[in-house]
């Protein structure tokens, strides 16, 4: 009965426009050259050839959750546990941030310490100093620390769903849990923040049927932008054994996003070249992803941050520079945060009319 009921939710979707079907995804030879080549237009279209080039920042790698699939989850007692000190990264953006560079991304654990003592102070610093647009990663927080982050400057969240599915979210022990986690999402875009999101392709058990949810769930929700990362085992994680995440279904994943919403900012993610050594980053942007990002963590501390394992792929600016040349792209000098206050969505009430059409129809 529920199988009856959920394939027929499918099929009822296959036809509406925008809305991948298992087709897409699975897709690989002159179809699948096909669909990114038109992905990759439907981006011009919306953006030309501008890619927005972003630092990201681990400031910490605490955590209080314990996602089975990430290596910063709290059960991993062979990390070894590091905060950053704000004076020290403020330095290191205001004197060694990368021309290219527009935006800055702070990431870490589970972290509200960090969230205070490291992300606050050096965001009024970088509010101060520079033009760059912030954007935070810091998972789940209390309104108050949300709302003191946005004082202080940052206007871009990133909080991924993670996944579309219940039942599996809380089996991964993904953060508190997936109704929580969109509703989080639904209130920092009420409250002003422009809200970024992501999924991740490949996770152990994974159905098409999971990976096809993951596209109704994004498009429900008042998002500015979505990411699909290839899921890469953990070493110190209950998950160290199982497969990577596959490239291809990444790369299709991408350009179904990006016909499902052209205006969305899209990244390519550097963990695609883990998933496929040499040449996924810049198939990466040939499916119309329109966001890189540079790492900037300080090396002596970089190997502490591990989301997924040893030989972490670290993009350098030489390298994002020329990728982005390679794909006929440039970086834009606009930064991100400026690009979403300049393009507000239809009164930003769009995403609920449609999620409230959507909810209408299932
Ligand atoms: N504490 C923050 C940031 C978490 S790390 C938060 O809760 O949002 C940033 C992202 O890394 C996660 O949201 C998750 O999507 C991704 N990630 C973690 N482990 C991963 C893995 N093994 N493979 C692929 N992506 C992973």
Partial sequence: MLRWRLSGINFSRMNEPGVPTPAMLRSRGRDQAKLHERAANAARA?????????????????????????????????????????????????QHTPASVTDVNLQAGEDPVAAREVALPLIRALRKETDLGISVCLGTLDPALFAAL??????????????????????????????????????????????SSGFIEGLPGQTEEDLLANFSLARSLPLRGCSVSPFIPGEETPLADARTGEAEVTLNCMA???????????????????????????????????????????????????????????????????????????????????????????????????????????
């Fill in 46 to 94: 919306k953006f030309g050839d501008r890619v927005f080039v972003r630092a990201v920042v681990e400031i910490s790698n605490f955590c209080r959750e314990d996602c089975r699939y990430c290596g910063m989850r709290r059960s991993n007692r062979a990390l070894t546990r590091l905060r950053a000190r704000a004076e020290q990264l403020t330095e290191l953006l205001l």
């Fill in 150 to 195: 946005k004082d202080a400057g940052a206007t871009v969240n990133i909080l991924k769903f993670e996944m579309a599915d219940a039942e599996n979210y809380s089996q991964f022990s993904a953060p508190g849990t997936l109704a929580e986690r969109t509703e989080t999402i639904r209130y920092l875009a009420a409250t002003g923040w422009h809200v």
């Fill in 256 to 362: 179904a996003l990006r016909l499902m919403r052209p205006d969305w900012v899209i990244p390519a993610v550097s963990a695609l070249n883990l998933a496929q050594p040499g040449s996924g980053y810049a198939r990466g942007l040939g499916t119309g992803a329109n966001l890189v990002t540079i790492n900037l963590t300080p090396p002596e501390v970089r190997k502490d941050y591990l989301l997924y394992k040893r030989d972490r792929f670290i993009m350098t600016e030489e390298r994002i520079l020329d990728e982005i040349a390679r794909a006929g792209l440039t970086p834009s000098r606009q930064s991100l945060a400026e690009y979403y206050k300049s393009n507000p969505v239809n009164g930003a009430k769009a995403p609920h009319a449609e999620q409230r059409a959507e909810a209408a129809r299932t």
